[in-house]
């Protein structure tokens, strides 16, 4: 199992390039089964977690190409299964975007429910109010397998109890081809749930309101084939630029939408960096040690939840007392203890963090506890005195292609080694 090791202490300085957003491109696969025609998706990321959806549809009987690393063709018309239950799957949250599209299509899904990161309960509870307001019916069975069935779905008005992106997917896709029409109200605004939209009304569906708070869907008896490019990654983007703030660099990250990341931006301002923006660019320049500020997660257009740890991680580095507020997932601040052991003074309080900033963190051997507690445990480790080794970097390699490259690329000292003998050699290059 590879580790990083990390000599903390350089700028990141440079330009880097964002790919494709792994949380839309996830939707986006479940939904591509939905027709019988072939889909052709471009700036797909090639990370672990999408490798496991084109998994997941290939034991059902979809045939998957890869021209290129981040373009995939699907042939869904080979299905023939409708159970999806693989140790792969059970490792990956988006799992239950599968019950959505099989059960649009097909009337029928066997699925296990959602896996991934453990930073919380993941209830599916807004999910099976969605279904079962189509008139679909659904039964637990023995290893957790959710069961979903109808033998029509009908259109309805839902509203949903708690923003929800997962829900807000997963009935968005069902409700393509129910009859007649579905209202979804208090939906979720993400830019991956407008991206899902527009994939599937490149496919023939009729969605409208996607990125508002109302999503009206008129059903369709079927869709077709289409090509479509993925978004670029909104989170990526944002580790970078938290990257930039931490480690005082300066860098432009390229092929991002900058509306996504207003809420990061704004933020960065507040803490003293600046922000220049173009068309598809934006450049995070630190000149000086950042400064204090308070920010809470919320649902988009709000501070995203997947930012929190890596923000968290600079305002542990800011002048002043910093409070962040996590509202979405009740266990994000695992990371803590981690980064305590690198020198930070943060002390949790239910939701809450109070970062007191210090002058710097130390090396250490560090853990990644999840996806983006484990980036911002390596950005952490970038701005630290000495050396530092960030284990259990399969959980960072779920959501970040070429991550130690990109960061290489930009003047971090970080390898990927495989053992004992790789660390000591690198500790001894860079000594």
Known sequence: MGKYVIKGGNPLVGEVEIGGAKNAALAILAAAIMTDDVVFIENMPDEADTNVMLQAIESIGAIVERPSRHSVRIHPSHITGYTIDNDY??????????????????????????????????????????FTALGAELHNE??????????????????????????????????SMAEGKTIIENAAKEPHVVDLANFLNSMGADIKGAGTDVVKINGVKKLHGTEYTIIPDQIEAGTFMVAAAATKGDITIKNVIPKHLESISAKLVEMGCQIHESDDAVRVVATKRLQNTHVKTLPYPGFPTDMQPQMTVALGLASGISIVTESIFENRFKYVNE??????????????????????????????????AGAALVIAALTAEGFSTVEDIMYIERGYEDFDKKLRDLGGHIEKVDSEYDATKFKLKNA
């Open 339 to 372: 980064l305590t052991r690198m020198g930070a003074c943060i002390k949790v309080e239910g939701s809450s963090a109070i970062v007191e900033g210090v002058d710097k963190y130390t090396g250490a051997t560090i853990s990644a506890p999840d996806l983006r």
């Open 89 to 130: 799957i059970r490792k990956i949250r988006a799992s239950y975007y599968l019950l959505g599209s099989l059960l649009g299509k097909y009337k029928k899904a066997r699925v296990v429910p959602p896996g991934g990161c453990t930073i919380g309960l993941r209830p599916i509870d807004q999910h099976i109010k969605g």
């Open 142 to 175: 023995e290893g957790g397998i959710i069961d979903a069935r109808a033998d029509k779905l009908e259109g309805n008005h839902i509203y949903l109890d708690v923003v929800s992106v997962g829900a807000t997917i997963n009935i968005m896709m069902a409700a």
